[in-house]
């Protein structure tokens, strides 16, 4: 059962991998079906809205083909931060010195560039202007939580920085590039804040952690101004069989949700169950919406031929210990369970003697959830990025500030008031984490795809800018590249599902990496009822449905690759951990 939606705009939202695509492509089908014209729009870095809905997007509305009244779009945050970049610069060619150019260029590059030009398109159409107004609703498939709360945050933090600034300029480039926004922005705000405008999903699977940071959002979005909101819990399964595995996951379902956080039990709630096939493609979104009756007897499962399965994560944890000291990165979509690959490394090596950092980029981090005691040797860290930017900030009007007469000290403390701020910051804390490997190991769990290549994309953007407020580059900063294109320092593991999106999406992070520089150590399927040993059915079914990706990861994807089975018990706590990379 979907949620029963009417407002104008839909948000769908939620942890990684929960399912946000799958049912905002299935409600906009709905939406359509029922004479309705509707534009389904990713905010995701990380789309894979495509795939869904087999058609390729752009960032201008494309018709889906079989689906009358649906189109659908992409917001590209790179050719958004480009045409963004263009119409700031453009007008100046010409008339300005080449030099003033370039130094304007270089203020509109980099990941905080990327992130308010993606805003502009996505206010825009909040606001309900240009191809927004040909619609009677527009369906947002968003990024994973926290960049999607920091998303829905920018219109206030945008208004305001408006407000309060008064010098011209700010991180951004010349004003001008927001003040010409200002009425879309207002009207952005108003339009979030409207429960008969817009309605938030909060999608989650029946699950412990997807639950918890389900009710974070909602509080968030509540502090926000956000009340419209409603509760879809997707794949939920009940056991047919006797099967172990089987009677496991549905016992982890029910009881994940007899402990609903009491802020979420109290919204609307809509609960979709789990569909071995997934929802990938148009016929699949349409098996939902119209079940069909399943006959009383199932044909018997084809024969198929033997596949030897990857190893564990022992091999991987034995390679990556020989060096004594490196970096460990664990990378992909949202929700394929880059934390728990993190977390068991970072305790296995600790369990082997060594010291080691197990740190977070993650706006939505998990990993206090997979640690439940110390272990020697181990230590746990987020970077914050409140109280980066507050370091940052005090540490900028310390040294760069000091001489300043106090218009010009006013204009800088303008300047650190951006948003761009905490981009800035929670770099410089990143390299400094990547620094403490060269004496021990560090072990980090990065964020979603897209927001982990804005990160590492961003170095030479932060150079450019570190250089005007401070003056001088911190070391760490300096090697901070050649360290993460150095294979003996650095290895990253791609961790993904055996799934077609999720191994998708690892294909093109890999490839985004390779041009960067960096080569992956290896990857890791995770959470594979393949390698679960089930004779349940539908998880059997499942399984099936993944031996073409494990097979593709093997053969064709990865240099060397782990196979990690789904867990009867959430590999939760030191013990389950190291267990979980010993095998």
């Known amino acids: 059962m979907l949620p029963r939606l009417h407002t104008r705009h839909l948000f769908f939202t939620g942890k990684g991998g929960v399912g946000k695509t799958s049912l905002a492509s299935a409600c906009a089908v709905q939406l359509a079906e029922a004479g309705r014209r509707v534009l389904l729009v990713s905010t995701d870095p990380a789309s894979n809205l495509d795939e869904v ?109 408006l407000s309060t600034n008064t010098s011209g300029t700010s991180c951004l480039g010349p004003l001008a590039g927001l003040e010409h926004n200002r009425s879309i922005y207002a009207a952005a705000v108003a339009a979030l804040t409207d429960a008969a405008v817009t309605t938030v999903v909060l999608v989650a699977r029946p699950e412990t952690a997807a639950l918890r940071e389900a009710e974070r959002s909602r509080h968030e979005l509540a502090e926000l101004g956000v009340a419209n909101q409603v509760l879809a819990i997707n794949g939920l399964f009940d056991a047919s069989s006797g099967d172990p595995v089987a009677q496991a996951m549905a016992r982890r379902h029910r009881d994940a949700l007899a402990a609903l956080p009491a802020g979420l039990a109290a919204l609307p709630r809509s609960g979709t169950g789990f569909i071995a096939r997934g929802l990938v493609g148009l016929e699949a979104l349409r098996a939902l919406l119209h079940p069909v009756q399943s006959p009383t007897t199932a044909s018997p499962a084809p024969e198929m031929p033997a596949l030897a399965l990857p190893p564990g994560l022992a091999p991987l944890v034995d390679d990556i210990e020989r ?48 640690l439940d005691e110390a272990v020697p040797g181990l230590t746990v860290q987020r970077i914050d990025p409140t109280a980066e930017v507050a370091r940052h900030r005090d540490e900028v009007l310390a040294r760069a500030g000091a001489g300043l007469d106090p218009s010009a000290r006013a204009m800088l403390e303008e300047d650190l008031r951006s948003p761009c701020t905490e981009e800035i910051a929670v770099f410089r804390a990143f390299a400094a984490t990547v620094a403490q490997a060269t004496h021990g190991f560090v072990v980090l769990d990065t964020a979603p795809t897209g927001h982990t290549v804005l990160l590492m994309d961003a170095a030479e953007a932060y150079h450019r800018e570190v250089g005007r407020t401070r003056g001088d580059l911190p070391e760490a900063v300096v090697n901070l590249l050649p360290r993460l294109r150095d294979p003996e320092f650095t290895r990253v593991l791609v961790v993904t599902l055996a799934e077609a999106t999720p191994v998708h999406e690892a294909e093109r992070l890999q490839d985004d990496l390779r041009r960067a520089g960096i080569e992956p150590f290896a990857w890791v399927i995770e959470q594979s009822l393949l390698a679960s040993g089930t004779t349940d ?47």
């Not at 809905?53 to 889906?64: A, F, G, I, N």
């Not at 880059?338 to 970072?346: E, G, I, M, Q, S």
């Not at 539908?538 to 994807?557: F, H, I, K, S």
Request: glycine content about 10%; overall charge neutral.
């Open 537 to 583: 059915p539908v998880l059997a079914e499942r399984g099936r449905c993944e031996r073409p990706w494990v097979q593709q990861v093997m053969t064709t994807d990865a240099r060397r690759c782990a196979l990690l089975a789904w867990q009867a018990q959430p590999p939760v706590g030191a013990q389950a951990l190291r267990e979980l990379a010993e095998r």
């Open 53 to 161: 809905l087999e058609t390729r997007l752009s960032d201008t509305p494309t018709r889906v083909a079989g689906v009358p009244g649906l189109s659908a779009l992409n917001i590209d945050p790179q050719a958004a931060a480009a045409a963004y970049r263009e119409r700031m610069v453009g007008p100046y060619r010409g008339l300005l010195p080449e030099a003033a150019i370039r130094s304007m260029e270089e203020q509109f590059s980099g990941g905080c560039t990327v992130e308010i030009a993606a805003f502009d398109a996505f206010a825009a159409l909040l606001a309900g202007t240009g191809v927004a107004g040909d619609f009677d609703h527009v369906v947002f498939d968003t990024a994973p939580t926290g960049h999607t709360l920091r998303l829905l945050t920018l219109p206030s933090a945008w208004s305001e920085f």
């Open 323 to 370: 060096a004594g000291h490196g970096l460990v990165m664990t990378m992909g979509k949202g929700g394929v369970g880059k934390t728990t690959v993190a977390a068991a490394v970072a305790v296995a090596l600790a369990a082997r003697g060594h010291r080691v950092l197990l740190s977070t980029t993650d706006p939505a981090a998990h990993l206090a959830w997979s």
